[in-house]
């Protein structure tokens, strides 16, 4: 639960982050680059769960 409650917090911290901080471009729309704060981030973290669960079961096959 606290963990839940943690990563809520930091989701939503992320996106004040995102649309606060930095200043919108002049010569896009104001949320055409911000989006990429958020995709680009959320890319890696998946990316990286594939991997973990990808070599515990590869793992799991070599050990059967």
Do not use: D, R
């Not at 930091?10 to 200043?23: D, G, K, M, S």
């Amino acid at each position: 639960m606290k963990l839940l409650a943690v990563s809520f917090g930091l989701v939503l911290a992320a996106l004040y982050a995102i649309h606060a901080a930095p200043p919108a471009q002049v010569e896009a729309v104001a949320m055409a680059q911000k989006i990429f704060y958020f995709h680009v981030s959320s890319e890696w973290v998946a990316f990286m769960a594939f991997l973990i669960a990808a070599g515990y079961g590869i793992g799991h096959l070599v050990s059967e």
